[in-house]
């Protein structure tokens, strides 16, 4: 009862019965007092043990929009032409707010109109980025596929090189007067087996290579363990005309924006130094913050790429009113003649990425059944070479590497056709669409 009376000090009095009625049962049997002993010392001892930690789930494999939504939202550069936009607006906005009136400064309410030119500039700026983000992520997407693509031939061609060595090992041993195959062939053949996995650990670096490009254009860093899934490269059949892909190109591409507006704000410079009387006058380039995409410079060594024509305007224009007006025109007709080079450049794009894409498209409808065809009759030349051994082994491994040669081709026209189909996309601003990219699913 003393015992019964100290567990009551510590329970409630509801709890009390029971535990009392729990311990007489328990003291009934000294063999089940000591059963009970060591059960509390189990569970004790198992409680103190911390579960095993939870192996970390693996980085979910991407599909091309997973892959294009995450650029958008952390591509860097996106980032830096969204703060050039919001520079230009804020400079819009600062020139806005000068207290004073358009007719008592007429070079202010250029400035300001020139101010709202830069924030289209900007804006085309933004656009063009976000195109050249979506291409470069579409690219190395496929990349990925692609070398997946070889890798796997280069595994297969191994795995069947290896059967034929088997069953030339077999040949050999069977001692046959009437088998063709000698250990010469057996050499070859490992030879041959090492050649192809030389061939397929190129192709492995390649997967890595193509992958660390695609998280650059995604913007995500190496821990990020990002990867596409198991899939293949679309072939999407589509009939292009050339001059559809030219207009709709000129109509919507960036940099056309901004060199037709450039030519707009020089155009606003001339009357700008009309309306100013003093011997020095600051430019637009000295007050609005005005920035085009960097004009690359041309190449002639192998190819021809030509390079683009750059905007040249000073911060100030000295001399009297008539000297820097003739100035800021002859500077107005080279906007005109940026304008003309930048359409010209655009044009050549176009064109060189639709012949790359029928290119691609012919490629592929020749190779569509190779792969195939090359396949079957070098399964039949192993199954002879196996079974009767009258067939030698170097026209079993030669019908094997062309059928992996077929393949090989084939899958690189199919690649090449899609990353043609992707140029098309991105020198037409996204003004035509190649249906690359598989629409989401409609929400039920």
């Not at 090189?161 to 040949?171: F, P, T, W, Y």
């Not at 195939?372 to 019908?399: C, H, I, M, Y």
């Not at 992996?404 to 003004?431: F, I, K, M, P």
Request: hydrophobic content about 45%; some cysteine; glycine content about 6%.
């Amino acid at each position: 009862m003393g015992k019964t009376v100290l567990i009551g000090r510590l329970v409630r009095p509801g709890m009390q019965r029971a535990l009392t009625i729990a311990f007489l049962t328990l003291g009934a049997s000294a063999s089940l007092a000591a059963a009970g002993h060591e059960v509390v010392r189990i569970v004790d001892r198992v409680s103190l043990q911390a579960p095993p930690p939870a192996a970390p789930a693996p980085p979910p494999r991407l599909t091309l929009p997973d892959c294009l939504r995450i650029a958008a939202e952390q591509q860097p550069a996106l980032a830096g032409h969204r703060a050039s936009l919001a520079a230009a607006e804020a400079q819009q906005a600062g020139l806005e707010q000068i207290p004073v009136p358009n007719f008592l400064s007429r070079e202010l309410c250029i400035r300001r109109k020139q101010a709202g030119m830069g924030v289209t500039i900007a804006s085309a700026g933004l656009d063009q980025a976000q195109q050249e983000t979506i291409y470069a992520v579409t690219r190395t997407y496929f990349s990925v596929l692609f070398a997946r693509k070889q890798e796997a031939v280069a595994r297969e061609a191994i795995a069947k090189l290896r059967v034929s060595r088997q069953n030339a090992e077999r040949l050999l041993k069977a001692g046959n007067p009437e088998f063709v195959v000698t250990r010469s062939d057996v050499d070859k053949l490992d030879v041959y087996i090492a050649l192809a996995e030389t061939k397929q650990v190129e192709a492995t670096q390649g997967v890595q290579r193509a992958v660390a490009a695609l998280r650059e254009a995604m913007g995500v860093g190496l821990d990020s363990g990002l990867e596409p899934i198991e899939d293949t490269i679309p072939f999407v059949k589509r009939d292009i005309d050339r001059n559809e892909m030219v207009a709709l190109a000129l109509a919507r591409r960036g940099e056309m924006v901004q060199a037709g507006t450039v030519a707009g704000v020089v155009d606003l410079e001339v009357q700008a130094q009309c309306a100013n009387h003093h011997l020095t006058v600051r430019t637009f380039a000295a007050v609005v913050d005005i920035h085009a995409k960097q004009i690359p410079q041309g190449v002639s060594n192998g190819e021809y790429r030509p390079g683009a024509l750059g905007l040249e305007m000073p911060t100030t224009l000295a001399g009297p009113r008539s000297a820097r007006v003739e100035r800021a025109r002859d500077l107005q007709d080279r906007a005109n003649a940026v304008v003309d080079k930048t359409r010209n450049l655009i044009t050549l794009e176009v064109e060189d990425a639709f012949l790359k894409w029928r290119e691609a498209a012919r490629k592929v409808a020749l190779l569509e059944r190779t792969p195939d065809v090359a396949s079957k009759l070098a399964d039949n030349l192993q199954t002879r070479f196996a079974e009767k051994g009258n067939v030698p082994a170097e026209d079993v491994v030669r019908s094997y590497l062309v059928a992996s040669q077929a393949q090989a081709q084939y899958n690189e026209a199919v690649y090449q056709h899609a990353l043609a189909l992707a140029a098309l996309e991105r020198v037409t601003a996204g003004g035509f669409n190649a249906g690359l990219v598989p629409l989401a699913p409609p929400r039920p």
